[in-house]
């Protein structure tokens, strides 16, 4: 079943257009990668994605139902879950007040976040602002969570963090997939860890997909061709 569903999307920034013609789609429960160097459209399409800005051209639907008029936090209600670059936690707000700011019912509580992430449960009562940028990490991942969203988007969720930090936050994505069969987008540049968890990739050239198909079946050649520096 496919959850979301992005066709044939043009976008701009004023004048300037940004995406030209992306597709991609993410089915329940599947782990897809979206791919691509800096500037080609990533952070854009998930822009277009979660509502946060309008496309020209193209649909969005989510769960059959075409979103493209939704703003964005109706867009967060129908149950996407947004990751964003660069974390974006309150700074002035506890651990536990970040967490609960945008809680709504359903699986994904304080308790069950903090067991995924056993140290946000070490700082409820610090402020965001205290944490190191891997445990704001962490945060941002859990309040997205706390939203129980159908679909959880990832955009450059280990960005300059420290290996090992990285390798909990993979570990964590692992067991989201594993254990939960929540729908994950994720953004991402490491080829090696994407190919532990995602199922799918779709690969994004100057606003245009370019490429899509099987994790496995991203050859070197396409590599090269499309994410080489």
């Known amino acids: 079943m496919t959850l979301l569903s992005a066709q044939n999307i043009a976008a701009f920034y004023g004048p300037s257009q ?7 789609d993410v089915g329940a429960g599947e782990v897809v990668a979206l ?8 952070s854009t399409t998930i822009k277009v994605i979660c509502r946060m800005l309008r496309h020209a051209t193209g649909t969005v639907t989510f769960d059959d139902q075409d979103i493209g008029a939704l703003p964005s936090h109706k867009a967060a209600r129908a149950g996407l879950g947004l990751v964003p670059e660069g974390r ?16 709504r019912p359903g699986d994904w509580d304080f308790t069950r976040v903090t067991e995924l992430f056993p140290r946000l449960g070490e700082r ?11 445990e704001q990490q962490m945060l941002a991942i859990g309040r997205a969570l706390m939203t129980n969203p159908r679909l959880l988007i990832l955009d450059e969720a280990t960005e300059g963090l420290a290996p090992v930090v990285r390798q909990e936050i993979w570990s964590a ?5 594993a254990e939960t069969g929540l729908a994950i987008l994720v953004v991402d540049k490491s080829i090696r860890e994407l190919g532990t968890v995602a199922d799918r990739a779709v690969i994004i050239e100057r606003g245009a997909s370019v490429w899509h198909g099987a994790f496995s079946e991203l050859s070197h050649d396409v590599t090269e061709r499309f994410l080489g520096v």
């Not at 791919?35 to 990533?42: E, T, V």
């Not at 974006?88 to 809680?103: G, K, S, W, Y």
């Not at 409820?124 to 891997?134: F, K, M, T, V």
């Open 18 to 24: 940004a995406l030209f013609d992306v597709s991609l």
């Open 35 to 42: 791919m691509g160097r800096n500037g080609m459209g990533k």
């Open 88 to 103: 974006r936690c309150f700074p002035n707000l506890t651990v536990h007040e970040n967490l609960i700011a945008a809680a």
């Open 124 to 134: 409820a009562n610090q402020s965001a602002a205290s944490l190191s940028g891997g």
């Open 173 to 177: 994505i692992a067991r989201l997939k």
